[in-house]
């Protein structure tokens, strides 16, 4: 079956650069989560979309923007990146629905020197 | 606001055995679904189980089983017979309906589980 296809897996950037991570839902899924994990922490939901509007806004930097498309695939741009962005970002996808598991992508590692 | 608490230090069971991971919640809204994930230490997070607020009966799915205690909030994780490939840290998280539908997930801190052979 089909996964969530997150690229680039690891990525490595200098400070105040920009880096683009891409995910690619499950087909036909609608709603598109993105996550970061700091080390050693637990996963923090940076914002969500549904049919291609923001469904939802969590704790995600001003520095940071995203979209999705109209094939669904969805982009986080970050930009002035800091030490402290270094984590592992998760996309997820899911149908929608009330109780609807989010299926998680394998993750992009990102480091910021 | 929802809120997931893990508090067990790094758990270890003997291979074959049972093991119980403790999740405990707070949330205002009056349905919601509890989850668990298990993350390996090669990162990526895998969906084990599913309980929704107004189901009747404790999920199942295979060696995981989920010990849903509404009215104290719990929400407990049980392994049985543990295997080697268990060893992971393990994730309880909740979605709640207050957002919508499409409602992002709260995690807890995790707990480490350790398998011995």
């Known amino acids: 079956a089909a996964g969530v296809i997150q690229s680039p897996r690891h990525l490595i950037k200098e400070k105040r650069e920009t880096a683009t991570l891409k995910c690619y839902p499950i087909?036909?899924?609608?709603?598109v989560y993105w996550y970061q994990q700091g080390p050693g922490q637990d996963p923090q939901f940076l914002i969500s979309?549904?049919?291609?509007?923001?469904?939802d806004k969590g704790s995600i930097p001003d520095r940071f923007s995203a979209q999705q498309f109209s094939d669904y695939h969805s982009e986080l741009n970050m930009s002035s990146l800091e030490l402290g962005d270094s984590a592992l970002y998760f996309c997820?996808?899911?149908?929608?629905?009330?109780?609807?598991?989010?299926?998680f992508g394998p993750g992009t590692r990102l480091t910021v020197l | 606001a929802q809120k997931i608490t893990q508090t067990q230090p790094g758990m270890f069971v003997q291979e074959k055995e049972a093991v119980t991971l403790d999740c405990t919640y707070d949330?205002?809204?009056?349905?919601?679904?509890l989850f668990w994930y298990k993350q390996p230490s090669s990162g990526e997070m895998i969906f084990l189980i599913y309980?929704?607020?107004?189901?009747?009966q404790n999920a199942t799915e295979g060696r995981y089983s989920l010990n849903f205690q509404k009215a104290r909030k719990s929400a407990n994780l049980v392994i049985s017979a543990s295997q080697l490939g268990d060893s992971a840290m393990y994730f309880c998280?909740?979605?709640?309906?207050?957002?919508?539908?499409?409602?992002?997930?709260?995690f807890g801190k995790g707990i480490t589980l350790s398998v011995r052979p």
């Open positions: 979309f549904y049919e291609k509007m923001q469904s």
């Open positions: 998280a909740m979605r709640g309906t207050n957002t919508g539908a499409n409602s992002k997930l709260t």
């Open positions: 087909p036909r899924h609608d709603t």
């Open positions: 949330t205002s809204d009056p349905s919601y679904g």
């Open positions: 309980q929704g607020s107004y189901d009747q």
């Open positions: 997820a996808s899911s149908l929608g629905g009330l109780y609807i598991e989010q299926f």
